[in-house]
């Protein structure tokens, strides 16, 4: 049985919005669940980059969420909110959250809680929910970031379903890594043309769907690299989202430009994401089609060096955070 759940639990409080220095460790009261609802006694958190974004006051959390960082959490459930009856009391589980996980404490819904793969351990399962909700939300095949938590999702879900991806990455070490995860063909995008690359890969057709975090010049250049039909999916501006480009591309080429936020989507369409993880993907994991990526695990308490790593982009794969060892 778990032992009683304290009043209070320490989280990674950001004082003010700022630089990764404005976070540390402080008290507040340990959430209750609502309807629907559970609590989990948090294990590992995962450290992505719109937490950077929420921490200098960039990204503020949906008015109903926890303003506390953190979207994604592995451990153990210690409390049912009304109505749960998919969980108990003692399982163990990785979760979306709408934000808390930072936390020895955080809440999710129970639809958003997925069970661990069998056979990854607490930390890996923690490092899956935000990246592979958001990759399943959307489709490959051009995928900008390689190395990161999404594009690595986006790389190895394209191969477990026959898919093909090219990805972009700034280093030499970066692009073997995507090689080995099985990206079939790596652009450096700081010493190539990546539209010039993608034509002569593509024998000129393009590509079916690009997957862009990067915005800015980006777009029109997306544009030029997909097929006749193709579509864009947007998930991020790393480099700005007010731009100029010539919309002939997409009359032209009958293009869809689409883009979505995980985290403000409806709390029902995350639970058919995760149902549908939990049908075609968790499975991939047990087989070993595919697998986590964890690059570092800081201590809870170094909640700030974990995000300058992040913002420094030396890291290939997932940043995580160890709120207590499983
Ligand atoms: N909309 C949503 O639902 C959603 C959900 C989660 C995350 N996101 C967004 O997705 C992005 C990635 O998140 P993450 O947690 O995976 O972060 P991450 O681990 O830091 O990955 C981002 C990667 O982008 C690469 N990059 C930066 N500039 C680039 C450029 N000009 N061209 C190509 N690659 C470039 C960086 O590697 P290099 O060293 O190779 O440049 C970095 O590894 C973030 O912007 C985040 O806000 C959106």
Known sequence: MPAAIPATMRYVKAREPGLPEVLSLDTTSTPSPKAGEVLIEVSYAGVNRPDCIQRAGLYPPPPDASPIIGLEVSGRVVALGDGVSEWRV???????????????????????????????ALLEAASLPENYFTVWNNLFVLVHGGSGGIGLAAIQLAKAFDAKSITTVGSADKAAFCRDIGAAHVINYREQDFVAEVATITGKKGVDVVLDMVGGDYIEKNMKCLAI?????????????????????????????????????????????AASLRNKVWPLFEAKKIKPVIFRVFPFAEAAEAHRLMESSAHIGKIMLEVRPA
Do not use: N
């Open 90 to 120: 003692g399982d163990f589980v990785c979760a979306l959250t709408p934000g808390g996980g930072y936390a020895e404490y955080c809440l999710a819904p129970a639809a958003h809680c997925l069970p661990l793969p069998r056979g990854l």
């Open 229 to 273: 039909e193709g579509r864009m999916a947007i998930i991020a501006f790393l480099q700005g989202s007010k731009v100029t480009v010539d919309w002939r591309h997409i009359m032209m080429r009958r293009l869809t430009i689409t883009g979505s936020t995980l985290r403000a989507s409806p709390v029902q369409r995350k639970a058919e994401i």
